[in-house]
């Protein structure tokens, strides 16, 4: 297996900076400056330490961090209203630019897919893909989704069921009070699992996924068939110009930074949650913050040595570990459990996702404020606040794929396992209080929902240990991912930057985490997720334009071409 070849930096090879930036022939090429955006990067050896650094970038991003971080851990007490305050003001009033945004990425993915434009290959018409489609499925589905289908594979479809089986109330002001997904199914409970299956795979199927692949899209595009560095700002040359080596650029950079690592740090310290409340189910071990802390820093040292390992040891192979985990705990839920309910309502389920997702998807005049707002608001601030994290990775392991393969394979299949997963686990879990009555599972909190199906099941212990086996080993390819896509950003688009700054980024990562988790909790995650979301949805609404004006320029095979 060959490494990816990754786009030629400006500020390396045989030309001194200001000489000029390599760039493809022909006359896609966008470059016409003799601007070397590695003139603004620092490159130094101080006390054995090696530095290859976008100066602006890499300072102001690592500065305002650490001032959170500590600012964080030292007001603990102080700072949980305020992290909730600001998750439900913007979620509040804010939820449909979530939701617009993101139909808008799934009809610019469609159009994309059906048009010419899907004809144009990743790093020019005569590119070959770098990796098989199994390694490239693996890494991609590892590095986007993990630790979150864990999380809430059993504990989102039992919530929508149960919510939307008790129906609907409303306050003395008639405003709804309930949690149920659109009109809920009062006392239905057939029609209860149906809108309950319908709302959980709307939040993993085609609207994240649509985010990951414009991003990764546009950023594979502009460095394998452009020139341009790996890294957020070159999206925007086509509508910035000369502009984009500046200031603009430099914004747009340290605001991928900051919605890559908070994005990160809601799916870290969800993780983490869930290992402590699964180690204390089953062994006993105090569930607290002092439990978290110390798993989220044992978690991280393991990630270091993933990311010093590099993108294929590391990253590659503990993406195709959690893959076979994933699918052993797949299988055995699907052979042990309810087997013909789970094989015949994989296509119900689908069936009643496209049936609800015009209602589900509608960012005005919604009466379900409860669900919109603190579900669906939530879900597209995380996966557009992960898109520059995932997008990044997955256009690093993507040159030779045409648009239409690459859109139809990251839009499609992750989307079609998500399925799969979640009508196992959750129709598992739905299926145990029906037909016996155990509310287990209802009952229990929503990082323990997992645990308290599997405990209903044979293999009881070793399924759990399992479980939490793959939330941390999802949390390391997390982690080392993130760290490598950020190390890259603040590096200037640098793809070899020196290790030293991975170990930096793998460390804040890890510290963000812990600050959010002690600083105010499940809230403050998701505060920290909506915050960062919000402007990089703007963002992103913007990077279509400029994908498409890119795309525009780039040469098709005809029709009868291979595509």
């Not at 299988?331 to 309910?341: A, D």
């Not at 960012?363 to 995932?390: C, H, K, L, M």
């Not at 239409?404 to 686990?425: G, I, K």
Request: neutral net charge.
């Amino acid at each position: 297996m060959t490494k990816p070849q990754e786009p030629k930096n400006p500020s390396d090879g045989d030309k001194p900076a200001g000489e000029g930036i390599r760039r493809p022939d022909g006359p896609t090429a966008l470059i016409d400056t003799d601007y070397v955006i590695g003139q603004d990067n620092i490159s130094t050896r101080a006390m054995g330490l090696d530095l290859d650094l976008h100066g602006k970038v890499f300072t102001i991003s690592a500065l305002v961090i650490l001032v959170f971080v500590f600012l964080t851990l030292a007001l603990q007490n102080q700072v949980e209203p305020i992290f909730n305050g600001v998750r439900d003001w913007l979620t509040g009033n804010l939820t449909w630019v979530f939701l617009s945004g993101a139909n808008i990425f799934v009809l610019v993915c469609l159009g994309l897919i059906f048009s010419p434009l899907g004809r144009v290959r990743i790093g020019g018409p005569g590119a070959k893909p770098d990796y098989t489609y199994f390694g490239w499925f693996a890494m991609l589905f590892a590095a986007g989704m993990g630790i979150g289908l864990v999380f809430y594979g059993v504990a989102e479809p039992m919530t929508h069921f149960g919510t939307s089986l008790a129906g609907t109330t409303t306050g003395p002001d008639g405003v709804r009070t309930d949690w149920a997904p659109l009109n809920g199914a009062a006392g239905n409970e057939a029609g209860a699992m149906s809108l309950g299956m319908a709302a959980t795979i709307f939040h993993w199927g085609l609207h994240p996924w649509a985010a990951y692949s414009l991003v990764g899209l546009a950023l594979a595009i502009f460095a394998y068939n452009k020139g341009l560095p790996l890294t957020i700002r070159s999206v925007f040359y086509p509508i910035l110009g000369e502009r984009v080596w500046g200031w603009p650029g430099h914004c747009i950079d340290i605001l991928a930074v900051f919605s890559t690592l908070f994005g990160l740090a809601t799916s870290l310290g969800l993780g983490a949650s869930q290992a402590s409340a699964g180690l204390h189910y089953l062994f006993g071990i105090p569930n607290t913050n002092v439990t978290m802390t110390l798993l989220i820093v044992a978690i991280t040292i393991v990630a270091l040595v993933s990311v010093l390992s590099g993108l294929d040891k590391g990253v590659q192979r503990l993406s195709m570990i959690n893959m076979v985990m994933a699918f052993l705990l797949l299988g055995f839920i699907i052979v042990v459990g309810p087997t013909m309910m789970i094989a015949t309502d994989f296509f119900t389920n689908i069936g009643s996702y496209l049936h609800y997702l015009p209602a589900l998807s509608m960012p005005f005049g919604r009466e379900d404020a409860n669900f919109s707002q603190g579900w669906t608001a939530f879900y597209w601030a995380w996966w557009i606040s992960w898109s520059p994290f995932v997008g990044m990775f997955i256009a690093r392991v993507s040159r030779g794929r045409t648009v239409r393969e690459f859109l139809l394979s990251v839009l499609l299949v992750p989307t079609l396992v998500s399925v799969l997963w979640m009508t196992a686990f959750g129709e598992t879990a739905i299926h145990q209080q029906i037909a016996s009555g155990f509310q287990g599972v209802q009952d229990a909190a929503l990082e323990l929902k997992l645990f308290a199906m599997l405990g209903q099941m044979p293999l009881a212990t070793i399924t759990s240990v399992l479980g939490i086996i793959l939330v941390i080993v999802f949390f390391v390819t997390s982690s080392d991912s993130g760290s490598l896509v950020i190390d890259s950003i603040t590096a200037g688009g640098k793809v070899d930057a020196p290790t030293t700054q991975r170990v930096f980024w793998c460390l804040i990562e890890g510290a963000i985490a812990i600050a959010l988790l002690l600083g105010g909790g499940l809230g403050a995650l998701q505060a920290a997720a909506v915050s960062t979301g919000l402007p990089f949805t703007i963002v992103l609404l913007v990077g279509c334009y400029a994908l498409v004006k890119g795309l525009m320029s780039e040469p098709r095979p005809s029709k009868k071409a291979k595509a």
